[in-house]
T-cell receptor, first 116, second 117 residues
């Protein structure tokens, strides 16, 4: 158990809908990272937050947004969902995350999103 | 283009045998390279992380090597166990930021390892 929790574990929704995925980092970790893992693309880094502020961006679509709250939990909002958004969404946390991504990242169990 | 390529795509070995997985990258500028183990349906677990100046790093039966000149890394697994069956993913971080504050972790597609009894 990495200490990172994600809810829900599974989510099934329809195209055009909006969903929110939630992540609680390990106790004391300030950075949260979001990843998307599709079957044929491997893991794709989406975005990182550090102590409430956006720190780095990867291949995140404009339909997706994230935020980190004062208690350090994070939410990933996915809107106008398309069939291709079906994937595993992982959250990871690390103690710092400032500069260079040299921290070890601890991954949660993931949320499996199915868009029908 | 920043890329990470892993080989082989899949590998089957017998329990107790050793194996070596390869990772070639074209990421520049380079910050660090990590190896992760991912069991099916679960989140990746970090095995090693190496920066530019490190050539070798071990974590139990896992030993990673890095040749920053040739941009190659390998993960050697010694005396394999059934629990080693997983996907092993190489991840390279580049430090360059563009105007959009994009810093990238470039993930390989992984090598799927099956250890049979």
């Amino acid at each position: 158990d990495s200490g990172v929790t994600q809810t829900p574990k599974h989510l099934i929704t329809a195209t055009g809908q909006r969903v929110t995925l939630r992540c609680s980092p390990r106790s004391g970790d300030l950075s949260v990272y979001w990843y998307q893992q599709s079957l044929d693309q491997g893991l794709q880094f989406l975005i990182q937050y550090y102590n409430g502020e956006e720190r780095a961006k990867g291949n995140i679509l404009e339909r997706f947004s994230a935020q980190q709250f004062p208690d350090l939990h994070s939410e990933l909002n996915l809107s106008s969902l398309e069939l291709g958004d079906s994937a595993l969404y992982f959250c990871a946390s690390s103690p710092r995350g400032a500069g260079g991504f040299t921290d070890t990242q601890y991954f949660g169990p993931g949320t499996r999103l199915t868009v029908l | 283009k920043n890329q990470v390529e892993q080989s082989p795509q899949s590998l089957i070995i017998l329990e107790g045998k050793n194996c070596t997985l390869q990772c070639n990258y074209t990421v520049s500028p380079f910050s660090n390279l990590r190896w992760y183990k991912q069991d099916t349906g679960r989140g990746p677990v970090s095995l090693t992380i190496m920066t530019f100046s490190e050539n070798t790093k071990s974590n139990g039966r896992y030993t990673a090597t890095l040749d920053a000149d040739t941009k190659q890394s390998s993960l050697h697994i010694t005396a394999s166990q059934l629990s080693d069956s997983a996907s092993y993913i190489c991840v390279v971080t580049n430090t360059q930021r563009n105007a959009g504050n994009n810093r990238k972790l470039i993930w390989g597609l992984g090598t799927s390892l099956a250890v049979n009894p």
